[in-house]
């Protein structure tokens, strides 16, 4: 779809309401609010947000942030002209967000997961961008769209939270060229980086300590993962903020290739988050529903936890069988 069309539909809507993912995590929230700003900055509208869940406090800095509801907060008998999904690789990641989204007159999917089947009325999805931040930034620039200090903060929030600092394999020559230019705007690297990765609370580093003390080791420890009951963030009085990151710490343990978290939900579910140095992760989150990047992805699957560890572990030693 070409990028001009995406002007003249937000520039007809009267109304427009922005979703991001459930448990959002500092590219959804970036790109959300990086949107809301760009389209008042260039078009005079003010657009709503909603979360459907709650925003970890880590990114209570974003600016726009205040104007984001929880998705229990919108009337979901209204009918928007337009409501755009940012970062959202499956519908079913924007849980009663659906409901708008299926009603609205015109409804606009942007994202880079490649896992994304195109679900909305129009679709920007560039696999090959780091984040939807910087698919947005190619998006404003492609439209002359001016690009103010808050805008860009969002945007180089996404774009450094998702690429983990400059240091995952989405990181790409024009993933520093979009970065450089938002540092021309005004951004200050040193300062988003303090906010977003020296910023932890006690609560989360005890429970992370806690969970990385229990992980378990196989396959000559390349196959590393760990269990998180609920019982877990009760003792610690965690959220699913506090989730954040985990899976990444197991996988920078230097023999581990693959690294898992299980978390029981409390629907009695279990939530996975799959991470890799040399294995197609999201293979593996397709097979139950998922989806993400190749070294980084997530599924949910609807079985108890011991149950869903075993089936995890069966679909990755079935590929990496002698890695």
Same mark, same amino acid.
């Not at 994304?116 to 560039?126: L, M």
């Not at 989405?170 to 300062?191: H, M, Q, R, W, Y």
């Given at each position: 779809?070409?990028?001009? @069309?995406? &002007?003249?539909?937000?520039?007809?809507? !009267?109304?427009?309401?922005?979703?991001?993912?459930?448990?959002?995590?500092?590219?959804?929230?970036?790109? *959300?609010?990086?949107?809301?700003?760009?389209?008042? #900055? @260039?078009?005079? !509208?003010? +657009?709503?947000?909603?979360?459907?869940?709650?925003?970890?406090?880590?990114?209570?800095?974003?600016?726009?942030?205040? /104007?984001?509801? &929880?998705?229990?907060?919108?009337?979901?008998? =209204? #009918?928007?002209?337009?409501?755009? $999904?940012?970062?959202?690789?499956?519908?079913?990641?924007? +849980?009663?967000?659906?409901?708008?989204?299926?009603?609205?007159?015109?409804?606009?999917?942007?994202?880079?997961?490649?896992? $994304?089947?195109?679900?909305? @009325?129009? $679709?920007?999805?560039?696999? #090959?961008?780091?984040?939807?931040?910087?698919?947005?930034?190619?998006?404003?620039?492609?439209?002359?769209?001016?690009?103010n200090l808050d805008c860009a903060i969002c945007l180089y929030n996404a774009i450094l939270t998702d690429t983990g600092s400059f240091r995952f394999d989405n990181t790409k020559p024009k993933t520093f060229e979009c970065a450089s230019k938002l540092v021309e705007i005004g951004v200050s690297p040193s300062d988003i980086y303090k906010k977003v990765y020296e910023s932890d609370s006690k609560t989360l580093v005890m429970f992370q300590a806690h969970c990385i003390s229990k992980a378990k080791f196989l396959k000559d420890n390349k196959i590393a993962y760990t269990v998180v009951y609920k019982k877990? *963030?009760?003792?610690?009085?965690?959220?699913?903020? +506090?989730?954040? %990151?985990?899976?990444?710490?197991?996988?920078?343990?230097?023999?581990?290739?693959?690294?898992?978290?299980?978390?029981?939900?409390?629907?009695?579910?279990?939530?996975?988050?799959? =991470?890799?140095?040399?294995?197609?992760?999201?293979?593996?989150?397709?097979?139950?529903? %998922? %989806?993400?990047?190749?070294?980084?992805? %997530? +599924?949910?699957?609807?079985?108890?936890?011991? !149950?869903?560890?075993?089936?995890?572990?069966? #679909?990755?030693? /079935?590929?990496? &069988?002698?890695?």
């Amino acid at each position: 779809m070409e990028y001009s @069309n995406l &002007n003249d539909i937000i520039k007809s809507s !009267k109304n427009i309401l922005i979703l991001s993912h459930v448990n959002p995590d500092g590219d959804t929230l970036g790109s *959300m609010c990086g949107l809301y700003s760009a389209i008042y #900055e @260039n078009h005079k !509208k003010k +657009c709503e947000m909603a979360a459907m869940s709650k925003i970890p406090d880590v990114y209570l800095f974003l600016p726009h942030i205040g /104007e984001v509801k &929880n998705i229990d907060e919108i009337d979901k008998s =209204r #009918e928007y002209d337009l409501v755009i $999904n940012v970062d959202v690789a499956s519908i079913d990641r924007i +849980c009663d967000g659906k409901i708008l989204f299926d009603k609205a007159k015109k409804t606009v999917n942007i994202d880079h997961h490649k896992t $994304n089947p195109a679900y909305g @009325n129009f $679709n920007f999805i560039d696999p #090959e961008a780091s984040s939807t931040g910087e698919v947005l930034f190619g998006l404003f620039t492609k439209m002359n769209w001016k690009i103010n200090l808050d805008c860009a903060i969002c945007l180089y929030n996404a774009i450094l939270t998702d690429t983990g600092s400059f240091r995952f394999d989405n990181t790409k020559p024009k993933t520093f060229e979009c970065a450089s230019k938002l540092v021309e705007i005004g951004v200050s690297p040193s300062d988003i980086y303090k906010k977003v990765y020296e910023s932890d609370s006690k609560t989360l580093v005890m429970f992370q300590a806690h969970c990385i003390s229990k992980a378990k080791f196989l396959k000559d420890n390349k196959i590393a993962y760990t269990v998180v009951y609920k019982k877990d *963030m009760e003792k610690f009085s965690a959220g699913d903020e +506090c989730m954040e %990151g985990l899976t990444e710490k197991l996988r920078a343990i230097v023999t581990t290739k693959v690294a898992f978290v299980a978390k029981e939900m409390k629907s009695g579910g279990t939530k996975i988050s799959m =991470r890799s140095k040399c294995g197609d992760v999201a293979e593996i989150s397709g097979v139950f529903g %998922g %989806g993400g990047h190749k070294y980084a992805a %997530g +599924c949910t699957i609807k079985a108890p936890v011991e !149950k869903a560890v075993e089936m995890i572990l069966k #679909e990755i030693e /079935e590929r990496y &069988n002698g890695f």
